[in-house]
């Protein structure tokens, strides 16, 4: 990622994922997305705390049978 003035910039990939998960909360996160994408979600993409936050609670869910 780089920045410019305080502004990430970012691939349209990257900015599509942080579109669909501003709107996803955290059990539909788990359901749809496994825990590797999860984490490198986290590692990469450049998203809001709030939203940072879901992905967090997501990976911090139990897995299902």
């Not at 539909?28 to 986290?42: C, H, I, Q, S």
């Amino acid at each position: 990622m780089r920045h410019y003035r305080g502004v990430v910039i970012v691939n349209p990939g990257q900015f599509l994922l942080a579109l669909e998960l501003y709107r996803v909360e955290g059990g539909a996160m788990a359901e749809r997305f496994g825990p590797e994408v999860l984490k490198d979600v986290l590692e990469t993409a450049p998203l809001d705390p709030e939203t940072a936050g879901r992905v967090e609670k997501a990976l911090a869910l139990p897995k299902g049978p």
